[in-house]
């Protein structure tokens, strides 16, 4: 069985903050991909990254950036400099290599950015 | 525009009628998926086709839903005799690949 767990329920930040959003897995499979969604207000899910399990390197995108540690099942995504627009729940995300791609998701967290 | 839609965008109905709800991929993508998304959670897997072939189930799936992909193009989503648990945000993805879904802007049904 997979799991995703997303530990912060709701986190509120003042513009410009740096905020780091949660997230542990739990699969067997020694294959899996990892994902972050955002979902905005307006309710579509929004794709943000995806990482396969040989591929550990960190990543940067603008002001966003990705940790992916597998000694302890980690993929927490960091927010620098968080704006207005950041506010909205966003999923971690995960799928196993014989899954047909389904995703599990996490229960998601809350990001509200406060001007 | 060119992203998966999804058609009604919101529904009201009655328990214990019937509500069928519709998803149009992305004209190339082979593969489709249904998800719902109850409040405050994440979406859960509800089902997978690949063209038109339903490959995948998920046990929350009862004998009151049923999904179709009849020419491996547009997919439909009914349940049947609705019940208040049913209350949720129905969303659909597609993809050309295992690991790159495309979601759309889901279904939000309310059974009254």
């Given at each position: 069985?997979?799991?995703?767990?997303?530990?912060?329920?709701?986190?509120?930040?003042?513009?410009?903050?740096?905020?780091?959003?949660?997230?542990?897995?739990?699969?067997?499979?020694?294959?899996?991909?990892?994902?972050?969604?955002?979902?905005?207000?307006s309710g579509e899910?929004?794709?943000?990254?995806?990482?396969?399990?040989?591929?550990?390197?960190?990543?940067?995108?603008?002001?966003?950036?990705?940790?992916?540690?597998?000694?302890?099942?980690?993929?927490?995504?960091?927010?620098?400099?968080?704006?207005?627009?950041?506010?909205?729940?966003?999923?971690?995300a995960l799928f196993?290599?014989?899954?047909?791609?389904?995703?599990?998701?996490?229960?998601?967290?809350?990001?509200?950015?406060?001007? | 525009?060119?992203?998966?839609?999804?058609?009604?965008?919101?529904?009201?109905?009655?328990?214990?009628?019937?509500?069928?709800?519709?998803?149009?991929?992305?004209?190339?993508?082979?593969?489709?998926?249904?998800?719902?998304?109850?409040?405050?959670?994440?979406?859960?897997?509800?089902?997978?086709?690949?063209?038109?072939?339903?490959?995948?189930?998920?046990?929350?799936?009862?004998?009151?839903?049923?999904?179709?992909?009849?020419?491996?193009?547009?997919?439909?989503?009914?349940?049947?005799?609705?019940?208040?648990?049913?209350?949720?945000?129905?969303?659909?993805?597609?993809?050309?690949?295992?690991?790159?879904?495309?979601?759309?802007?889901?279904?939000?049904?309310?059974?009254?």
């Amino acid at each position: 069985a997979q799991k995703v767990t997303q530990a912060q329920t709701e986190i509120s930040v003042v513009e410009k903050e740096d905020v780091t959003l949660d997230c542990v897995y739990e699969t067997r499979d020694t294959t899996y991909y990892l994902f972050w969604y955002k979902q905005p207000p307006s309710g579509e899910l929004v794709f943000l990254i995806r990482r396969n399990s040989f591929d550990e390197q960190n990543e940067i995108s603008g002001r966003y950036s990705w940790n992916f540690q597998k000694s302890t099942s980690s993929f927490n995504f960091t927010i620098t400099a968080s704006q207005v627009v950041d506010s909205a729940v966003y999923f971690c995300a995960l799928f196993g290599g014989t899954s047909y791609g389904k995703l599990t998701f996490g229960q998601g967290t809350i990001l509200t950015v406060h001007p | 525009d060119t992203g998966v839609s999804q058609d009604p965008r919101h529904k009201i109905t009655k328990r214990g009628q019937n509500v069928t709800f519709r998803c149009d991929p992305i004209s190339e993508h082979n593969r489709l998926y249904w998800y719902r998304q109850t409040l405050g959670q994440g979406p859960e897997f509800l089902t997978y086709f690949q063209n038109e072939a339903q490959l995948e189930k998920s046990r929350l799936l009862s004998d009151r839903f049923s999904a179709e992909r009849p020419k491996g193009s547009f997919s439909t989503l009914e349940i049947q005799r609705t019940e208040q648990g049913d209350s949720a945000m129905y969303l659909c993805a597609s993809s050309l690949s295992f690991y790159e879904q495309y979601f759309g802007p889901g279904t939000r049904l309310t059974v009254t």
